[in-house]
């Protein structure tokens, strides 16, 4: 049936007219048959069409398009419905258009024509094109992020890993998404604890949490110190995912406790300049008129008979003026009023040398010494005698700590990158209580008994290492024993 003007109101074109899609009917040598209204108000007229092939219409074309680009041919010989999705440039603008061909049978089962809508899609491309733009952006901001992010559904598989996540944990996404899930991040039930906080009120509201502190595991099962801050991502009220970021501590923690370390070493040491100036007067104070008592007791002690019964009362006099005068002395090098005299020594045998004078001592007797010298000579430029006394202050403390029996341990090692000599001094001691930590260094602390001790053995020593330009701290202490490390500049020829 062809269109005039007698059928033009047949049901069959007006059915044809009034489907909102530009529809053609080509025969199956591609000739154009008829075209819908919605067609014809678009792409050209119906007179301008019909008969025409389309390559001939849409192309301008004499040469009918290949197979690879138009399903026509598929359509003929599968007898089934295809499509196809093509870019033309249509008035200068690019339009995206959904090509769909319909066979349209003869009763023998035959492709008799074929139906042709075309669809005009340029707006969901374009509104694909700028998600796939948006998805760029996020993606960028994501990856370019410091932090690691990871998003994971709600059984813990990761569905999306940022480059820190990557470096933070250890893995790629592709080996994270095959072998672990976001629970393998914590120690055994802390994410449990976190999913916890996450649905309650109280850690930034429901469903939020801002950040807490965690530990967290990488791949080579280390625990790193970080902080999280989460969400659970509801779609319609369900809980269908979560993300986490997670910042990396260690660095923070470290500048941290660096600082905290160099806050006390000044507290330190404005404390020992201040009591160092008094204990500086009240020594030179002292010493003269401990030199007349000690001048007048010796010529006592000369003028008595030996059997006189006040002889043993002038020698404990003697003696008791003497031990004060060792600590007038002590006192002196502490607030550092006594002038170094520096050499060019090895370190090792300055302990070699001090540990010699104390092996005599009675309290050593069960106590076993264990000397693991550096191999190589470690030269240090320091006041030999000074050196000397801060070994043997350090191993007094320990044989006290050790009462008699244990094992004292002086090692020595350097590194020359660094520029520095090292001294530990190990015992298997009591260990000093947390609450004493603060205060070893303090002159005149200790925990000695009266008479015993005077509490300016450790910040003697103190005073040394600093005047020689190193540090002395507690490497290790507890009920097992103590480490005293003593850092000194490597001499540099
Ligand atoms: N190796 C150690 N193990 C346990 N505690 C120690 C050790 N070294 C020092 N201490 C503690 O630090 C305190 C201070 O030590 P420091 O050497 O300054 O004084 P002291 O040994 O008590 O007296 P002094 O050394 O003047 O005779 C000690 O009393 C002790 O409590
Ligand atoms: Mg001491």
């Not at 709600?154 to 890993?161: D, F, I, R, V």
């Not at 000093?432 to 450790?458: A, M, R, S, V, Y």
């Amino acid at each position: 049936m062809t269109r005039d003007n007698s059928n033009k109101n047949d049901w069959r074109y007006r059915l044809f007219d009034s489907l909102s899609y530009p529809t053609l009917i080509l025969d199956t040598n591609k000739n154009i048959l008829d075209v819908n209204l919605s067609f014809h108000e678009k792409f050209g007229k119906r007179k301008d069409v019909i008969g025409k092939k389309c390559h001939e219409h849409f192309f301008q074309s004499s040469v009918p398009c290949s197979s690879d680009n138009c399903p026509f041919h598929k359509v003929i010989e599968k007898k089934k419905g295809q499509s196809i999705l093509m870019r033309v440039i249509r008035d200068g603008h690019e339009r995206w258009e959904d090509r769909v061909f319909t066979p349209i049978l003869d009763e023998s089962g035959e492709v008799a024509y074929i139906r042709e809508s075309i669809r005009d899609v340029t707006q969901v491309k374009t509104l694909e094109k700028e998600l796939k733009g948006v998805q760029n952006v996020f993606e960028k901001v994501v990856q370019s992020s410091a932090s690691g992010i990871v998003a994971a559904d709600m059984k813990g598989n990761a569905l999306l890993m940022n480059r820190a996540a990557e470096e933070l944990f250890g893995y790629s996404f592709r080996e994270f998404v095959r072998k672990k899930t976001v629970r393998d991040f914590y120690p055994p039930g802390v994410a449990q604890e976190i999913m916890k906080k996450l649905r309650s009120d109280e850690y930034g509201g429901k469903g939020k949490l801002t950040n807490i502190k965690v530990d967290i595991i990488n791949s080579k099962n280390e625990k790193i110190s970080g902080e999280i801050a989460a969400a659970i991502i509801y779609e319609n009220g369900r809980e269908v995912a979560t993300m986490g970021i997670y910042t990396d501590l260690r660095e923070k923690i470290a500048v941290e406790q660096k600082l905290k370390e160099t806050q006390k070493r000044l507290l330190q040491s404005e404390k020992m300049a201040s009591i160092g100036q008094l204990a500086a007067g009240v020594a030179h104070e002292i010493n003269n008129p401990l030199t007349g008592i000690l001048f007048y007791a010796n010529m006592a002690l000369e003028s008595r008979k030996e059997d006189d019964p006040i002889r043993e009362d002038l020698k404990c006099i003697i003696e008791d003026v003497h031990r004060c005068k060792g600590i007038v002395k002590d006192l002196l090098v502490y607030s550092r009023q006594t002038n170094p005299t520096k050499d060019i020594v090895d370190l090792n045998s300055i302990v070699v040398k001090s540990l010699s004078l104390i092996h005599d001592q009675k309290m050593f007797g069960n106590i076993t010494i264990q000397k693991k010298m550096s191999g190589e000579e470690i030269i240090v430029n320091v006041d030999k005698q000074q050196i000397n006394q801060v070994i043997i202050n350090l191993v007094m403390n320990a044989g006290d700590a050790m009462e008699g029996s244990g094992t004292l341990t002086l090692e020595t090692y350097c590194s020359r990158d660094a520029g520095k000599a090292f001294l530990e001094v190990t015992d298997t001691g009591c260990g000093i209580p947390k609450e004493n930590q603060p205060h070893i260094f303090d002159p005149f602390f200790t925990t000695k008994e009266l008479g015993k001790g005077t509490g300016l053995g450790l910040s003697t020593v103190y005073g040394i290492i600093q005047e020689s330009g190193g540090d002395i701290s507690v490497k290790r202490t507890d009920s097992t024993g103590t480490t005293f490390l003593i850092e000194l500049p490597l001499y540099q020829s």
